[in-house]
């Protein structure tokens, strides 16, 4: 059975760091896309970056600030965001695929989600 397992977030101040944690179990992930996505109250779930094999894709309200990295059997994906802003505050989400995707749509397994609060 196909797990992914977010974990890492809280509240943390406008300007603060925090690094975000999927565990992935269930199947090989190796091949596949890891995407990260967020879902802010009353709005719709948005990309925020995704990694294949070692090729990184972000959305440009988060490039230069977030990073996501993983091992090479993505059996964890991180993302390690930075300069946090209080509109980065959502629920945030790991999503896996098999092929190239930046639409929440496309993405077969999702984890529960982790709570990201950014004070100003």
């Known amino acids: 059975q196909v797990q992914l397992v977010e974990s890492g977030g809280g509240l943390v101040q406008a300007g603060g760091s925090l690094r975000l944690s999927c565990a992935a179990s269930g199947r090989t992930f190796s091949n596949y896309v890891m995407g990260w996505f967020r ?5 719709e779930r948005e990309f925020v ?3 294949i094999r070692s090729n990184t ?3 440009d309200s ?5 990073t996501i990295s993983g091992d090479s059997a993505k059996t964890t994906v991180y993302l390690q965001m930075s ?3 209080p509109e980065d505050t959502a629920v945030y989400y790991c999503g896996a695929r098999r ?3 930046t639409s929440y ?3 077969d397994y999702w984890g529960q989600g982790t709570q990201v609060t950014v004070s100003s």
Do not use: M
């Open 39 to 43: 879902q802010a109250p009353g709005k």
């Open 49 to 51: 970056a995704l990694i």
């Open 83 to 85: 300069g946090l802003k």
């Open 57 to 59: 894709v972000y959305a």
């Open 62 to 66: 988060v490039k230069g600030r977030f």
């Open 105 to 107: 749509r496309d993405y």
């Open 99 to 101: 092929f190239y995707s």
